[in-house]
């Protein structure tokens, strides 16, 4: 079974920035699309934002490959490196609204949303 691993999580500055990675390990070739949520600590996934979407293996959707949610637009890239199965989240003009657990999932063509433990990003002077 497929697993997601996050990294990249750390402290940084209002006005930094930071790189989240999402290491997809077996299991995957099934990939239909992949991205990130958000939710604040304390809180659950469960009441999580979407923040970036991309899709896998030739797949597109209506509006093209990419995604975004409102408080990501501008802001961050979402990228992935095939050959490595990994996502990426470049965030950029971070803010103390952007301090959540970033959570990476996959969704595959058939079979249930697979998620990762997540990684804390804290904005904080």
């Known amino acids: 079974q497929g697993q997601l691993a996050e990294s990249g999580g750390g402290l940084v500055q209002p006005g930094g920035s930071l790189r989240l990675a999402c290491k997809a390990s077996?299991?995957?070739?099934?990939?239909?699309?992949m991205g990130w949520f958000r939710h604040t600590p304390g809180s659950t996934r469960e009441f999580g934002d979407f923040?970036?979407?991309?899709?896998?293996?030739?797949?597109?959707?209506?509006?093209?490959?990419?995604k975004y949610g409102n408080s990501a637009k501008g802001r961050f890239t979402v990228s992935k490196d095939t050959d490595n199965s990994t996502l990426f989240l470049q965030m950029n003009s971070l803010e103390p609204d952007d301090t959540a657990v970033y959570s990476c999932?996959?969704?595959?063509?058939?079979?249930?949303?697979?998620w990762g433990k997540g990684t804390l990003v804290t904005v904080s002077s």
């Open positions: 999932y996959l969704d595959p063509t058939s079979g249930p949303r697979m």
């Open positions: 077996g299991g995957i070739a099934n990939a239909h699309t």
């Open positions: 923040v970036a979407g991309i899709t896998w293996s030739g797949v597109t959707w209506s509006g093209g490959r990419l």
